[in-house]
């Protein structure tokens, strides 16, 4: 049976070693932060970025993600389960 949404999202926290959350929530700024170290994209020390910035980071650093995206919308399923895999294979 193919996972939720949700379930990737969980996937992808646990994976870089961030909390499951219940219900649907998208990626709080930490978790997109931890994403990216994860995937080798690089956060400077001090303020995070904006999501959008990460999530363009996130998508330049990961195979099979469109770098064309629109980065100011959550990751969609397909994407979460590319980033899952690549998270899976690191």
């Given at each position: 049976?193919?996972?939720?949404?949700?379930?990737?999202?969980?996937?992808?926290?646990?994976?870089?070693?961030?909390?499951?959350?219940?219900?649907?929530?998208?990626?709080?700024?930490?978790?997109?932060?931890?994403?990216?170290?994860?995937?080798g994209h690089e956060i400077e020390t001090?303020?995070?970025?904006?999501?959008?910035?990460?999530?363009?980071?996130?998508?330049?650093?990961?195979d099979g993600l469109d770098d064309e995206?629109?980065h100011e919308r959550a990751f969609r399923?397909?994407?979460?389960?590319?980033?899952?895999?690549?998270?899976?294979?690191?």
């Amino acid at each position: 049976m193919a996972k939720t949404v949700d379930e990737l999202r969980n996937e992808i926290r646990l994976a870089v070693d961030r909390f499951e959350r219940r219900g649907s929530t998208g990626f709080t700024k930490e978790s997109l932060a931890a994403i990216s170290g994860s995937v080798g994209h690089e956060i400077e020390t001090g303020r995070l970025p904006s999501k959008a910035d990460m999530r363009a980071g996130i998508t330049q650093q990961i195979d099979g993600l469109d770098d064309e995206r629109n980065h100011e919308r959550a990751f969609r399923k397909g994407e979460l389960e590319t980033i899952a895999a690549a998270l899976d294979g690191a």
